[in-house]
T-cell receptor, first 117, second 115 residues
Framework: GAVVSQHPSWVICKSGTSVKIECRSLDFQATTMFWYRQFPKQSLMLMATSNEGSKATYEQGVEKDKFLINHASLTLSTLTVTSAHPEDSSFYIC?????????????FGPGTRLTVL | AQTVTQSQPEMSVQEAETVTLSCTYDTSENNYYLFWYKQPPSRQMILVIRQEAYKQQNATENRFSVNFQKAAKSFSLKISDSQLGDTAMYFCAFIVVQGAQKLVFGQGTRLTINP
């Protein structure tokens, strides 16, 4: 149980285009999902918290107009990188909160590698 | 501020040996959960073990166990009979109960198991 998928796993796009990344909880409902960014050999940096049916909460320094987050259902959250530029190239990871007998445990998707040319 | 410190950027041991990864954290809260996640070369984050701060008994999951010292704010991970598949980046993290639901991560320890 507690499986999270991400799609696509790898995407290359041209500068100025938009890219959408999907995060799905496959076998549970997730009221809350999270989006992280990870640079090579570094830890995860939280970008935003996504709550189903409401606006996402962005971390300080994250441009909400550039990184659009939509959590339209209890199993799907999307991250859209708008007008992507080479500096947006990174590894993006989502997680979903699974409230089992041990609350507040996040399970992670496999990540999406974004390369902007 | 809430922080996690992993003082060992890299570690390397021989297969079948036991290895301990250090983690200290700082929070003024009393009720929180602690986690160890591993990130192998595939980059998939995998939950290794978790611990409730109010429990004194150390958590164990097969070859993985923790040494939780609440007063010292220490949460080390012990891997027994290490295997090649244990090679990964290991992240220590915690989350405050009833807080902002944010996982606070350490910078990670890169563990290599040598054959």
């Amino acid at each position: 149980g507690a499986v999270v998928s991400q799609h696509p796993s790898w995407v290359i796009c041209k500068s100025g285009t938009s890219v959408k990344i999907e995060c799905r909880s496959l076998d549970f409902q997730a009221t809350t999902m999270f989006w992280y960014r990870q640079f090579p050999k570094q830890s995860l940096m939280l970008m935003a918290t996504s709550n189903e049916g409401s606006k996402a909460t962005y971390e300080q320094g994250v441009e909400k107009d550039k990184f659009l987050i939509n959590h339209a259902s209890l199993t799907l959250s999307t991250l859209t990188v708008t007008s992507a530029h080479p500096e947006d190239s990174s590894f993006y990871i989502c997680s979903a909160e699974f409230r089992d007998n041990f609350p507040d445990t996040q399970y992670f998707g496999p990540g999406t590698r974004l390369t902007v040319l | 501020a809430q922080t996690v410190t992993q003082s060992q950027p890299e570690m390397s041991v021989q297969e079948a040996e036991t290895v301990t990864l250090s983690c200290t954290y700082d929070t003024s809260e009393n009720n929180y959960y602690l986690f160890w996640y591993k990130q192998p070369p595939s980059r998939q984050m995998i939950l290794v073990i978790r611990q409730e701060a109010y429990k004194q008994q150390n958590a164990t999951e097969n070859r993985f166990s923790v040494n939780f010292q609440k007063a010292a704010k220490s949460f080390s991970l012990k891997i027994s009979d290490s295997q090649l598949g244990d090679t990964a980046m290991y992240f220590c993290a915690f989350i405050v109960v009833q807080g902002a639901q944010k996982l606070v991560f350490g910078q990670g320890t890169r563990l290599t198991i040598n054959p």
